[in-house]
């Protein structure tokens, strides 16, 4: 079956304008994490969302990020304002379950690039 | 805070050995996930370690959990070119460490 899928692959803006990234999730998936990673770094989280809702979203650095998932399946990360350090990978991941305890299965990530 | 260390952070090790990869982490947690990432590409599961004392093999990998010593280690026996890659552990899921390159050399 289709994995978790994450558009665009790459993404190049300038300093200062608005980003949209997408994610979907595997199918019937009711939980959806997104992360970011710098190069040489693990995953940072950024805000998980069980269904509809953000569950916890304490990994927002502040407030030019802001995700949404309005039908609990497919999921934007929006950031305002890019800056030179917002550039990174965007990591989306899903799992079947409703608690931030279980096996997440990974896309394949967006590259995101603010000049 | 949970903190999550890996070491070592960078390991080259010669086709046929053994080494150990360790993670270390600083609250209680019962759950722990091992991940391998290959260059530019996403995270791929390895193991889902869930109580005190679980061990799990797949190949020339083995992780095992230590909950009361905040420990868990990654082994790998007699190490192939294909297991070069990094690999990250998590602890309760959204808490990773910074990833351990691994290098193995003919």
């Known amino acids: 079956g289709a994995g978790v899928s994450q558009t665009p692959s790459n993404k190049v803006t300038e300093k200062g304008k608005y980003v949209e990234l997408r994610c979907d999730p595997i199918s019937g998936h009711t939980a959806l994490y997104w992360y970011r990673q710098s190069l040489g770094q693990g995953p940072e989280f950024l805000i998980y969302f069980q269904g509809t809702g953000a569950a916890d979203d304490s990994g927002l650095p502040n407030d030019r990020f802001f995700a949404v998932r309005p039908e609990g399946s497919v999921s934007t990360l929006k950031i305002q304002r890019t800056e030179r350090g917002d550039s990174a990978v965007y990591l989306c991941?899903?799992?079947?379950?409703?608690?931030?305890?279980?096996?997440?299965?990974f896309g394949p990530g967006t590259r995101l690039t603010v000049l | 805070e949970l903190k999550v260390e890996q070491n070592p952070l960078f390991l080259s090790m010669q086709e046929g050995k053994n080494y150990t990869i360790y993670c270390n982490y600083s609250?209680?947690?019962?759950?722990l996930y091992w991940y391998r990432q290959d260059p530019g590409k996403s995270l791929e599961s390895l193991f889902v370690?869930?109580?005190?004392?679980a061990v799990k093999q797949e190949g020339r990998l083995m992780a095992s959990l230590d909950t009361k010593a905040r420990l868990s280690t990654l082994h790998i026996t007699a190490a192939v070119h294909d297991l070069s890659a990094t690999y990250f552990c998590a602890v309760g899921a959204l808490n990773f460490g910074k990833g351990t390159s691994l290098l193995v050399t003919p």
């Open positions: 609250t209680t947690s019962d759950r």
């Open positions: 370690l869930l109580s005190n004392g």
């Open positions: 991941a899903s799992s079947p379950y409703g608690s931030s305890y279980n096996e997440q299965f």
